[in-house]
């Protein structure tokens, strides 16, 4: 028996065989397809076709070594690289992905479709907790934005008179002349006035003000009216100071002596609304504000504040506050 050669109908490549074989399927070594086996060339020297014996099976010519998609390891890799790197990891890790499985796809024999799908899927889970973080992030500053807008990059609020959120400046001529007492408890002139021993009741922008708490947490005295995370009506008497430093201590609001004074942040809601509006007053204000011993984790005082908006805003009375100084 004599060997003959034949080539691979698909790839081309040179193979040889027994005529034992000839009609008999065998595995490309080179592209790994099938292959039938052709009969002997007719008229070949030495050459017999004999078929093979019965029950006998033909030996298969060896597959090709099995290769792995180095794209597929590659995404694996960068994936899980993530926990290292952040963000630089997961990215290409998802782009070497899908690249791997589109090759693995086209090429026959081509392995590490498991390690590509692994990589893309740690990739994504990578991508989808970064998207929350960042509307974390977003949420977290929009809810406390509102506090922190008036102070510039240096730490120093800036010296806007009075402010609405969101709007801007109003302008001056929105705030009252006026100086007189109206009879209701608002007065731009504390000379004389006594503090009432109540707890702190008073008028915001027109409504009814009364406190349901009163907290300090670093140098924003709050008073509030409202369960909601966002008051019905609260007053922020911002002091820059801690409560160790607060005790004892007496704020008057014009004064003459030299030194800043507190700033005022008010806040209400309109009919209808969830997001408060706000007017802050750097100046122009009447304020009487003292404090008690620090005691417990509750700071005491009275506080008598009225505003020069149109509405004749107004608070005052007692209160303990509780100290949240996180400082």
Request: glycine fraction near 12%; charge should be positive; include cysteine.
């Amino acid at each position: 028996m004599s060997d003959f050669k034949f080539n691979c109908p698909s790839c081309g490549q040179h193979l040889s065989g027994d005529e034992r074989y000839a009609g008999l399927q065998i595995v490309c070594p080179s592209c790994g397809k099938t292959v039938v086996v052709p009969p002997a060339p007719a008229g070949a020297a030495g050459v017999r076709m004999v078929p093979p014996a019965p029950g006998v099976p033909a030996p298969l010519a060896p597959r090709p070594p099995q290769k792995t998609c180095g794209l597929a390891i590659a995404s694996l890799v960068c994936s899980i690289g993530t926990l290292i790197v952040g963000p630089f990891g997961f990215i290409p890790g998802i782009i070497c992905g899908h690249m791997a499985r589109k090759k693995i796809a086209a090429t026959p024999g081509l392995q590490g479709g498991g390690l590509a799908k692994a990589g893309l899927i740690i990739g994504y889970i990578a991508l989808g907790i970064a998207v929350l973080a960042v509307v974390a992030v977003m949420v977290f500053f929009f809810f406390i934005g509102a506090r922190m807008q008036q102070i510039s990059p240096g730490g120093q609020f800036q010296p806007s008179a009075i402010s609405t959120q969101p709007g801007g400046v109003e302008p001056a001529e929105r705030e009252t002349t006026d100086t007189a007492p109206d009879g209701s408890g608002w007065t731009m002139k504390l000379t004389g006035v006594d503090i009432p021993s109540e707890a702190v009741t008073g008028r915001i922008h027109g409504q009814p003000f009364k406190m349901e708490k009163v907290t300090l947490e670093n140098g924003f005295l709050n008073f509030r009216q409202g369960s909601d995370f966002f008051a019905d009506r609260e007053i922020d008497v911002v002091v820059f100071n801690d409560a160790t430093t607060l005790s004892g201590r007496t704020f008057t609001v014009p004064k003459k002596e030299f030194g800043s004074s507190p700033h005022i942040w008010m806040k209400w809601k309109e009919a209808g609304q969830d997001m408060p509006k706000q007017k802050n007053f750097m100046d122009r204000y009447a304020l009487r504000l003292e404090f008690g011993a620090l005691s417990g984790g509750k700071l005491p005082g009275k506080i008598y504040l009225c505003v020069p908006d149109q509405e004749k805003s107004f608070v005052a009375g007692t209160f303990e506050a509780v100290v949240k100084d996180s400082r």
